[in-house]
């Protein structure tokens, strides 16, 4: 009896050894804010796409802050405009060569795993627009700035904090 018993325990330890200390970085903070930023991405994109037309804007905190429906084929900020089937492959090579270049870096640092998580969730929030409509929603409007939605931001937020987390940690990024 002890034997079986002996036998469990180690398949136990050995199944939790393989469900949590292989993949060290899939932790809270990237797992959690990646799938975080895509839901808030997709949950903003669905508020705005039920209130508003295509090129309606409204203010919101005037004249700072705008909410205008956009539809964005090219890549973050309106940059390459046009080019969205080859910017959606783009995008899945960037966020796999992201994974793949930090992902011995993923315990050294909070900061790089939720800054992968924010930029991932980002991508994961822009990619979805471009396999349902075949566009990019974007509706947050600055003075002076082209108008961008919650992915972008978390995006370029996550590359600064993998950045930070890459110095902090000794490491080039």
């Not at 090579?93 to 992201?98: I, S």
Request: proline share 5%; net charge positive.
């Amino acid at each position: 009896m002890q034997g079986r018993a002996g036998a469990r325990e180690r398949f136990r330890k050995r199944l939790v050894q393989l469900t949590w200390e292989v993949p060290r970085g899939l932790r809270p903070e990237f797992v959690g804010t990646a799938l975080l930023v895509a839901a808030v991405d997709q949950a903003s994109k669905a508020a705005v796409l039920s209130r508003l037309q295509l090129g309606e804007s409204v203010p919101l905190l005037a004249p700072l802050l705008r909410l205008t429906l956009w539809r964005n084929t090219g890549i973050a900020f309106g940059l390459l405009s046009g080019a969205s089937e080859w910017v959606g492959v783009a995008a899945v090579l960037a966020a796999a060569w992201l994974v793949l270049h930090h992902r011995h870096r993923w315990h050294d640092s909070p900061l790089i795993r939720l800054g992968m998580g924010m930029v991932l969730g980002g991508a994961a929030g822009n990619l979805a627009d471009r396999v349902r409509y075949g566009y990019v929603v974007d509706f947050v409007q600055l003075p002076y700035w082209p108008i961008f939605n919650v992915a972008d931001a978390c995006i370029v937020v996550g590359g600064v904090l993998l950045t930070l987390g890459s110095l902090r940690a000794g490491r080039p990024v």
